[in-house]
Each structure stands twice: as C-alpha cells, then as structure tokens.
C-alpha cells in the first residue's frame, strides 16, 4: 500500500535482491545512490590506469557512505597498486563483517594478500636465470609469476603458473592451481587475464 492504496505485491519468498528492488520501487528510487555513481566513477578511472582520479571517486564514495564495501575495496586497490600497503589495509577494516562477501571488497583483500607476499621474491631477471638454466625449476617459476604480478604484469604472471600446472600440476600440493585461482580472484571476474586464464587452466585439467 501506498498513499493507502495497493500498488503491487508479491507471493512466495523472493530473493533478497528483488525484495530491495520491489522497496525501491515503492519509494520512487531506481536509480544509483551518489555513492553508487562515485563507484562507478572510480571504476572507470581505475581500469584507465588513473590512479589518482579512481582513488578520489572511491574516497569521495566512502564519505558520502561509509563502509561501502565496493567504495572501500576500490580505495584500497589504489593504495595497494600505489605501494601503500598499511593504508590499504586500514581502508579495508572499514567494512562490517556483513559486506566482506562484496566482490570489489573480496577482490581487494586477495589484492592485498598477493601483494604482501611479494616483499622476498627476488630479481626477475635473476629468476629467468634460474629458469634458463632449467625449465623444471618450479620454485623459481613461481616466485617469478609472483613478482611479474607485483609488478603488474598479471597475463604474465598467469601464463608461468600455468606452464607449471603443464609440466607438474600436483607440484607442491597444487600450488599454482591454487596460486592462479587467487589471482583470478584478486583481478576480478570480467578482467581478460581472468576470463583467458580460466579457459587455459581448463583445458589444461582437463584435457
């Protein structure tokens, strides 16, 4: 009822989704929230590459809704990329236990894991020396994958796990099938390096 007369309804459970949606269309409120449109400002600046404009959208996001799980894991991704690993991680302890489920939120946090094991990896070039040397060094392979992802060169990071998973995919408990579905997490769903990735890791498993 609205205004005292009947204006739509539903029977059944309905997901929590469509109940949010029938309320919003009962208060007249379809469209995006302010913080919901700064979001998406961020996310637009962050995959160009500017840093600086994504993190003011997403900090801006996080003003006019604290806690927002999708503002603040947008935030913290701009830290982290910029090097600034604590105030990543003081960003991300603004969202409730509720909105960590959140994918921008989630995506974040394994961002911020791949990160803080990157500290002790080594010279890359170094470890193609190693490689070079020999192919089979799976050690050596791994840590590169990791330091080409600190670096920010993910479809490379993803393309030497993936040879490992080739050559041995039970080597170290499965440590680079596990390693690639982190990364896939940490780039996000609808990222190419994802989407390529898991088609390869597929064909590779089950071929």
Not at 29 to 55: F, I, K, N, Q
Not at 156 to 165: C, N, R, S, T, Y
Request: charged share 30%; glycine share 8%; hydrophobic share 40%.
């Amino acid at each position: 009822f609205k205004n005292g007369q009947p204006v739509d309804g539903f029977m059944g459970a309905l997901p929590e989704s469509q109940v949010k949606a029938f309320i919003a269309s009962l208060a007249g409120d379809t469209g995006p929230s302010p913080a919901e449109e700064l979001v998406a400002m961020g996310r637009e600046a962050y995959e160009a590459g500017d840093l600086s404009r994504a993190a003011q959208a997403f900090a801006q996001a996080v003003q006019e809704e604290p806690g927002n799980p999708a503002a603040v894991g947008g935030l913290a991704r701009c830290y982290i990329d910029a090097g600034d690993l604590d105030r990543a991680r003081q960003t991300l302890s603004l969202v409730r236990p509720d909105g960590r489920n959140d994918p921008d939120f989630a995506a974040a946090e394994a961002a911020l894991s791949l990160a803080e094991k990157a500290g002790d990896l080594g010279d890359i070039e170094e470890l193609r020396a190693k490689l070079d040397a020999n192919p089979k060094d799976h050690q050596a392979r791994f840590d590169l994958a990791m330091a080409l992802n600190a670096r920010g060169d993910k479809e490379g990071a993803v393309d030497e796990l993936l040879i490992i998973v080739e050559y041995d995919r039970n080597w170290n408990d499965q440590a680079a099938r596990k390693q690639l579905v982190e990364l896939f997490d940490a780039y996000g769903p609808k990222h190419e390096a994802t989407l390529s990735g898991r088609r390869r890791l597929s064909s590779i498993l089950f071929s």
